[in-house]
């Protein structure tokens, strides 16, 4: 079992940053990916980030690319999702996901076995 807990969303002007923190606890293994999604009202959840959480491989949704930074801690447990240049069509709750399962999509919600609660995240215009 794997417990994730999100932290850092806030209220930021558009064209500021955030960072946001993903505290994991319980036993992990080697083959476990880290992802970020999203998911504003009415909408369905959206790829937005992923790390394997023992190797450097990332990937990043193409509206992110450039922007956001994908990355992790695993001496503390801790992922980390930098956002830079922060649009209003970033609004939405992000969420922390865990994958213990190899092989599977890493742009698809359904492939992620664990979810934090998730953090709000709202840029004004």
């Known amino acids: 079992q794997v417990q994730l807990v999100e932290s850092g969303g806030g209220l930021v002007q558009a064209g500021g940053s955030l960072r946001l923190s993903c505290a994991a606890s319980g036993r992990t293994f080697s083959s476990l990916v880290m992802g970020w999604f999203r998911q504003a009202p009415g909408k369905e959840r959206e790829f937005v980030a992923a790390k394997g959480w023992s190797d450097a491989s990332t990937y990043y949704a193409d509206s992110v690319k450039g922007r956001f930074t994908i990355s992790r801690d695993s001496a503390k447990n801790m992922l980390y999702l930098q956002m830079n240049s922060l649009k209003p069509e970033d609004t939405a709750v992000y969420y922390c996901?865990?994958?213990?399962?190899?092989?599977?999509?890493?742009?698809?919600?359904?492939?992620?076995?664990?979810w934090g609660q998730g953090t709000q995240v709202t840029v004004s215009s």
């Open positions: 996901a865990a994958d213990r399962t190899a092989g599977r999509p890493r742009v698809v919600a359904t492939s992620y076995d664990y």
